[in-house]
Nanobody
């Protein structure tokens, strides 16, 4: 049984930093590209960032580029999202997702490409 469990979400002030984590089990973690998505109240789920199986290929949404950093530890089956210079518009439920890709450098940004999803962790940025 595949499980993705996010943690680390909390209330933080604008300009602050936060790191959220996603621990995976029940799958061969190194065979999956890992993505982060978010969904704010009343809005559709949107792509945030993705990291390839090898960790060498990374992509960010324009809205977070330069502020967020994704990383992964294949030995710990965990993917991280370091969020700096947080803004109130970053407030959302953050989801991690796993995408079975054949190439170590491949990744996708569309949510329908992803095979497994976590339950999400709430990040709230106060102004």
């Amino acid at each position: 049984q595949v499980q993705l469990v996010e943690s680390g979400g909390e209330l933080v002030q604008a300009g602050g930093s936060l790191r959220v984590s996603c621990a995976a089990s029940g799958l061969t973690f190194s065979s999956y590209a890992m993505g982060w998505f978010r969904q704010a109240p009343g809005k559709e789920r949107e792509f945030v960032s993705v990291i390839s199986r090898s960790g060498r290929n990374i992509y960010y949404a324009d809205s977070v580029k330069g502020r967020f950093a994704i990383s992964r530890d294949n030995a710990k089956n965990t993917v991280y999202l370091q969020m700096n210079s947080l803004k109130p518009e970053d407030t959302a439920v953050y989801y991690c997702a796993a995408d079975a890709v054949s190439r170590t450098s491949s990744y996708h940004t569309a949510s329908y490409e992803y095979d497994y999803w976590g339950q999400g962790t709430q990040v709230t940025v106060s102004s």
